[in-house]
């Protein structure tokens, strides 16, 4: 009977253990597809670090603006524009280059705009306000605060009332941009390599001075006097001849009105005499 026992008190133990063995790998098991289901949530939830990953295959700038959603306006106009298809040439281009920087305009970014502002704009102008977003050189998040403006943009000239696109930090690390008509914010960073492309999303659209600036109204001409008034005030002057006329018209009649009275005088005298 005690070896019975002693059996049976063995066998419980190792079925005890087992089963605490069989738990412990339930629990492993339990907590990695609890993990595994916040790292996806927060994955779909967060777009920095959905949007920081690059679709598989070459760098394609359409593909990441696609991903990351809240930017159709924008890419319709790096289609019509053919933007789009320079800036991946450009990123994939063996030589590699200085890389590329976009501003990413959102929808909510365009919706704000004036209604009918990209109606009335030219396929020339669409062409130049695209270019105004990018920059051909890779600059990262802290490459802003010692950058020098105003920046180059692939519009092409930077001079005061072309395209002159400054940007400044603040605190916190905050990228101010300023375009003369616009001031706008980087609001997130939807994708970077640190070496050839970097996305950021602004919150307003960078609208270059040399489509939208106000024109400068133009001083109004001084008043010129009509000609016909000035012949007439011409026609009025007296000229030297009539000058002379007058004043020997003034003699005549004062030569006669002096006779008279002469005569008149010597008249009254030869009486008083007689």
Known sequence: PLL???YFETTIRILKKK???RSTKMMNQLLLLCLSLVLFFQFQCNPTLG??????????????LEKAGQFTVFLRLLGSTQMGDRINIQ???SNGGQGVTVFAPTDNAFSSLKAGTLNSLTDQQKSELVQFHVIPTFLSTSQFQTVSNP???QAGNSNPGQFPLNVTTS??????ISTGVVNASVANTIFTDNQQLAVYQVDKVLLPMNIFASPVSAPAPAPSTPEKKKKSQAAAAPT???DDASAAAAL???GVVVAVIASSFLSCRTTSIR
């Open 240 to 242: 030297s001849d009539d």
């Open 171 to 176: 605190a916190g690390n905050q990228v101010n």
């Open 51 to 64: 949007q920081s990953i690059a679709p598989s295959g070459p760098t394609n700038i359409t593909k990441i």
């Open 4 to 6: 019975h026992f002693f």
């Open 19 to 21: 089963k605490e063995k």
């Open 91 to 93: 990123l994939n281009n």
């Open 151 to 153: 920046l180059t943009t």
């Open 252 to 254: 005549t009649i004062n």
